[in-house]
Nanobody
Framework: VQLQASGGGVVQAGDSLRLSCAAR????????MGWFRQAPGKEREFVAA???????YYVDTVKGRFTISRDNAKNTVYLQMNSLKPEDTAVYYC??????????????????WGQGTLVTVSS
């Protein structure tokens, strides 16, 4: 069972990227899925989550710019990132929690983690 994150790259401020997180080895349609990021020299922070029933949550700094979604047929979760800013530069990680969690913003709630994909936004 593993999560494979992809889609990172180097872009300019204002550009868009779509990150993908493919779940392999298990059906993740009932899982809570989250995206976190860690910038150089900073702690990991919550970015977005999609919980059972497709409820979505975002950190304030990305609201209106990022969209999390899932395609259960493909066992994949996406993070569409628009209007990227230099402060969005980080390694982005996807994570999965087997059960419903109200603490979707806490990394401790997630059992599985992808390997991370680097997003670099230049000014």
């Amino acid at each position: 069972v593993q999560l494979q994150a992809s889609g990172g790259g180097v872009v300019q401020a204002g550009d868009s990227l779509r990150l993908s997180c493919a779940a392999r080895g298990r059906t993740f349609s009932s899982y809570s899925m989250g995206w976190f990021r860690q910038a150089p020299g900073k702690e990991r922070e919550f970015v977005a989550a999609i919980i059972s029933g497709d409820m979505t949550y975002y950190v304030d700094t990305v609201k209106g710019r990022f969209t999390i979604s899932r395609d259960n047929a493909k066992n994949t979760v996406y993070l569409q990132m628009n209007s990227l800013k230099p402060e969005d530069t980080a390694v982005y990680y996807c994570a999965a929690a087997a059960s419903y969690t109200r603490k979707y913003y806490s990394g401790d709630e997630y059992e599985l983690w992808g390997q991370g994909t680097l997003v670099t936004v230049s000014s």
